[in-house]
T-cell receptor
Framework: GEDVEQSLFLSVREGDSSVINCTYT??????LYWYKQEPGAGLQLLTY?????DMKQDQRLTVLLNKKDKHLSLRIADTQTGDSAIYFC????????????FGTGTKLQVIP | DVKVTQSSRYLVKRTGEKVFLECVQD?????MFWYRQDPGLGLRLIYF???????EKGDIPEGYSVSREKKERFSLILESASTNQTSMYLC??????????????FGPGTRLLVL
């Protein structure tokens, strides 16, 4: 079945860039997502990218997709303490097939 | 704004008890999901429903059942709670037909402890 892998933990200093990586196995993935989970809360969609795109930028967030290697990354520029959270990579096939497969989550710790 | 609410934030139950977790969404979404979240394992899909009275097994349905009698409400049932069901339970909903983009909206979660 589908599998989405992430490293479990990342620690960065405030003001630095953070890069969170993800690999997935489903070559039928149509959409890839990044969700953010703040402490004590549910997940919230942060950004997404279509599988026919290589890059998407949204303010401090840059998503890079290497479809050949099935590798997705999320770069957060000028990381702030408010960015401390768990970040989940996810993928779906689209086309009405509603199942989304989530990764294991990466806990980002921002050191002041 | 989409709102997904879950009946309890924290729940403590004893082994063997029947447990009901309720989820309600207010945006007329067709699809609803139940996940459990465990450290190092991420989110794992238990069950989902794409319409009233319809349900599909996810990746880990054993020990759980679900009920969807009304479009806005999706219940997760633990028939006989066991300690290995201690976890964070997350409910989500999504809309069908949004150009294939399956954005899921999550509730705040229920942290269940089974003693």
């Amino acid at each position: 079945g589908e599998d989405v892998e992430q490293s479990l933990f990342l620690s960065v200093r405030e003001g630095d860039s953070s890069v969170i990586n993800c690999t997935y196995t489903d070559s039928s993935s149509t959409y890839l997502y990044w969700y953010k989970q703040e402490p004590g809360a549910g997940l919230q969609l942060l950004t997404y990218i279509f599988s026919n795109m290589d890059m998407k930028q949204d303010q401090r967030l840059t998503v890079l997709l290497n479809k050949k290697d099935k590798h997705l990354s999320l770069r957060i520029a000028d990381t702030q303490t408010g960015d401390s959270a768990i970040y989940f990579c996810a993928e779906s096939r689209g086309g009405g097939y509603q199942k989304v497969t989530f990764g294991t989550g990466t806990k980002l710790q921002v050191i002041p | 704004d989409v709102k997904v609410t879950q009946s309890s934030r924290y729940l403590v139950k004893r082994t063997g008890e029947k447990v009901f977790l309720e989820c309600v969404q207010d945006m007329d979404h067709e699809n609803m999901f139940w996940y459990r979240q465990d450290p190092g394992l991420g989110l794992r899909l238990i069950y989902f429903s794409y319409d009233v009275k319809m349900k599909e097994k996810g990746d880990i349905p054993e020990g759980y059942s679900v009920s969807r009698e009304k479009k806005e409400r999706f219940s997760l049932i633990l028939e006989s709670a066991s300690t290995n069901q201690t976890s964070m339970y997350l409910c989500a909903s999504s809309l069908t037909g949004t150009g294939y983009l399956e954005t899921q909206y999550f509730g705040p979660g229920t942290r269940l402890l089974v003693l």
